[in-house]
């Protein structure tokens, strides 16, 4: 017996060696295709989330993962040429439209000498002298026309430059529009993400200032931008507008985060039970001013409104902002005022829809993305969400997109042009992107 088995393993043995050098495996290389599209050349026009803006300013790594930048690398792959973009110095802290400097992530002291992890300033001020230098170079034309602070309206307006500082350190003259620039390189595909900043500086502001663009005017603009970039037959995709409301900004402070001890509920009670106002142990709605709530025009805070990440937090803590002082309107957003404004974008999104119908152009979703990453969404093993700082998609500023959130709304234009094309743009990998930095 034992001599049949010391003939049997090798035999065993050799025949797994013969199998295992026949079943190497052959990889292979995926296949990519502009299928439809010219792919030669590409621009991108948008506001601050298409010019790379995070943290809240305009620095040179944020542009370096821009939507712009990062779509022109994968359309590289299927023909598309170089891509120039606008970039800040390279050791920039950055400049925020307020002229601030960028975010980091870094210690801060709260008035009640708890020390934890928020979003500070990198410097005292922002990188302002940045604005003030022209990099235009007629041999390098900017493909990335993302211009912080640019609503639709403003797209084919002369001069843009001397009211938009974002625009004017990249213009090719004084007089240009940043339609009139970013169509002479004559393009052959572009994609458009417009319309968050017709909207944003009013629901920032609480729905307290300016207003937004009315949809007439939002949609005889966009046309008109569409009706340009398609006249020499280039092809093109086109984005719906998310939900602002979605974002960390507006979603981080729950509505009944004024958490009372006993104390605190019979001083509060003893100030408001005489207009009808009463509190309770644990978790109550913030109080706010509201001219609509009666008499002495306060009230509480109901399920489904929001209040701003622009709350002065340490007079919460320590002040009593938002309980025997109310919220002022800049940092609430209310139900009748989240109707105005989804009602707003709903909208906005019907026409960039009938516009993408009309000019035969494809149609990208983010809106849907952000919805579902208001419960998490599963990206190559890695869970994102719209939880500010912790859910890894959106940068320190709650508003706009981190490297890696950009990356997977980059793949949701990929997405609308591979669909509406027959093409075969690779995919963006995500988790190859960084999210936030921890010191």
Same mark, same amino acid.
């Given at each position: 017996?034992?001599?049949?088995?010391?003939?049997?393993?090798?035999?065993?043995?050799?025949?797994?060696?013969?199998?295992?050098?026949?079943?190497?495996?052959?990889?292979?290389?995926?296949?990519?295709?502009?299928?439809?599209?010219?792919?030669?050349?590409?621009?991108?026009?948008?506001?601050?989330?298409?010019?790379?803006?995070?943290?809240?300013?305009?620095?040179?790594?944020?542009?370096?993962?821009?939507?712009?930048?990062?779509?022109?690398?994968?359309?590289?792959?299927?023909?598309?040429?170089?891509?120039?973009?606008?970039?800040?110095?390279?050791?920039?802290?950055?400049?925020?439209?307020?002229?601030?400097?960028?975010?980091?992530?870094?210690?801060?002291?709260?008035?009640?000498?708890?020390?934890?992890?928020?979003?500070?300033?990198?410097?005292?001020?922002?990188?302002?002298?940045?604005?003030?230098?022209?990099?235009?170079?007629?041999?390098?034309?900017?493909?990335?026309?993302?211009?912080?602070?640019?609503?639709?309206?403003?797209?084919?307006?002369?001069?843009?430059?001397?009211?938009?500082?974002?625009?004017?350190?990249?213009?090719?003259?004084?007089?240009?529009?940043?339609?009139?620039?970013?169509?002479?390189?004559?393009?052959?595909?572009?994609?458009?993400?417009?319309?968050?900043?017709?909207?944003?500086?009013?629901?920032?502001?609480?729905?307290?200032?300016?207003?937004?663009?009315?949809?007439?005017?939002?949609?005889?603009?966009?046309?008109?931008?569409?009706?340009?970039?398609?006249?020499?037959?280039?092809?093109?995709?086109?984005?719906?507008?998310?939900?602002?409301?979605?974002?960390?900004?507006?979603?981080?402070?729950?509505?009944?985060?004024? #958490?009372?001890?006993?104390?605190?509920?019979?001083?509060?009670?003893?100030?408001?039970?005489?207009?009808?106002?009463?509190?309770?142990?644990?978790?109550?709605?913030?109080?706010?001013?509201?001219?609509?709530?009666?008499?002495?025009?306060?009230?509480?805070?109901?399920?489904?409104?929001?209040?701003?990440?622009?709350?002065?937090?340490?007079?919460?803590?320590?002040?009593?902002?938002?309980?025997?002082?109310?919220?002022?309107?800049?940092?609430?957003?209310?139900?009748?005022?989240?109707?105005?404004?989804?009602?707003?974008?709903?909208?906005?999104?019907?026409?960039?829809?009938?516009?993408?119908?009309?000019? #035969?152009?494809?149609?990208?979703?983010?809106?849907?993305?952000?919805?579902?990453?208001?419960?998490?969404?599963?990206?190559?093993?890695?869970?994102?969400?719209?939880?500010?700082?912790?859910?890894?998609?959106?940068?320190?500023?709650?508003?706009?997109?981190?490297?890696?959130?950009?990356?997977?709304?980059?793949?949701?234009?990929?997405?609308?042009?591979?669909?509406?094309?027959?093409?075969?743009?690779?995919?963006?990998?995500?988790?190859?992107?960084?999210?936030?930095?921890?010191?």
């Amino acid at each position: 017996m034992k001599q049949i088995l010391h003939i049997f393993i090798p035999f065993v043995v050799g025949i797994g060696t013969l199998a295992l050098s026949s079943c190497k495996p052959k990889y292979k290389t995926p296949e990519t295709s502009a299928g439809e599209m010219n792919t030669s050349r590409f621009v991108m026009i948008g506001g601050s989330h298409t010019a790379g803006y995070m943290d809240d300013a305009l620095y040179y790594d944020g542009q370096q993962y821009s939507i712009a930048n990062m779509l022109s690398m994968q359309l590289q792959k299927v023909g598309a040429g170089a891509f120039y973009q606008p970039y800040m110095p390279v050791n920039s802290v950055g400049v925020s439209a307020s002229g601030m400097s960028r975010f980091k992530l870094g210690y801060k002291t709260d008035c009640l000498g708890v020390t934890s992890l928020s979003p500070v300033r990198l410097a005292p001020s922002g990188d302002v002298s940045a604005l003030g230098t022209n990099v235009y170079a007629s041999g390098q034309p900017f493909g990335n026309f993302g211009i912080p602070g640019m609503t639709v309206t403003a797209v084919n307006v002369a001069s843009y430059g001397s009211a938009n500082p974002f625009f004017g350190r990249m213009s090719s003259s004084s007089g240009t529009s940043v339609l009139a620039d970013a169509t002479a390189s004559d393009p052959t595909c572009f994609a458009l993400f417009l319309g968050i900043e017709d909207m944003l500086p009013y629901v920032q502001s609480g729905a307290k200032n300016g207003s937004m663009t009315s949809t007439a005017t939002f949609s005889a603009a966009y046309e008109q931008i569409v009706l340009s970039l398609t006249s020499n037959g280039a092809k093109g995709v086109v984005s719906l507008i998310p939900d602002i409301t979605e974002m960390p900004y507006f979603t981080t402070i729950p509505y009944n985060g004024l #958490n009372l001890t006993p104390d605190k509920v019979t001083a509060l009670n003893n100030i408001y039970n005489p207009i009808g106002i009463s509190f309770q142990e644990g978790p109550n709605g913030f109080m706010i001013e509201d001219p609509g709530a009666g008499a002495f025009n306060v009230r509480h805070m109901v399920a489904g409104e929001l209040v701003l990440l622009s709350t002065p937090l340490d007079s919460v803590k320590c002040n009593s902002m938002g309980s025997v002082f109310p919220f002022r309107n800049e940092f609430v957003l209310t139900l009748d005022e989240l109707t105005v404004i989804r009602n707003q974008i709903a909208e906005y999104n019907a026409v960039i829809t009938t516009i993408a119908q009309n000019y #035969n152009l494809a149609l990208a979703k983010p809106n849907e993305l952000v919805d579902k990453l208001q419960t998490g969404i599963v990206y190559n093993g890695v869970t994102l969400s719209a939880k500010f700082v912790s859910g890894g998609a959106f940068s320190l500023d709650g508003i706009h997109f981190n490297p890696r959130g950009n990356a997977i709304i980059a793949n949701e234009f990929i997405r609308a042009l591979n669909t509406k094309y027959n093409a075969k743009i690779p995919a963006v990998n995500a988790i190859n992107y960084p999210s936030i930095t921890f010191p």
